[in-house]
Nanobody
């Protein structure tokens, strides 16, 4: 079992930055690939970024590539999402998730946080 708690969301103007954090419980954090997903009102949940268990392979959605950076600190059981050059279309609830495989489908992630709201004003 892994429990995930996100933090760092908020209201920011377009062009600004935010850093999301996701703290995980348990001693097996390093065994899980971690992903960030988001869901805007009336839209389906979509993949944002993922990072592999140990070697730190990363993957990004085309819409955030070059603006967002995912990272993890296995010693702190935490995964981060640095978001720069934010756009109004980035507005959504952001969720972190843990799963056994480094993939981009939300179906492959077994544990989810409660989400944190990110709102980007124009």
């Amino acid at each position: 079992q892994v429990q995930l708690v996100e933090s760092g969301g908020g209201l920011v103007q377009a062009g600004g930055s935010l850093r999301l954090s996701c703290a995980a419980s348990g001693r097996t954090f390093s065994m899980y690939a971690m992903g960030w997903f988001r869901q805007a009102p009336g839209k389906e949940r979509e993949f944002v970024a993922a990072i592999s268990q140990n070697v730190g392979l990363t993957s990004y959605a085309d819409s955030v590539k070059g603006r967002f950076t995912i990272s993890r600190d296995n010693a702190k059981n935490t995964v981060y999402l640095q978001m720069n050059s934010l756009k109004p279309e980035d507005t959504a609830v952001y969720y972190c998730a843990a799963g056994p495989y480094f993939r981009s489908s939300w179906l492959d992630y077994h544990y989810w946080g409660q989400g944190t709201q990110v709102t980007v004003s124009s």
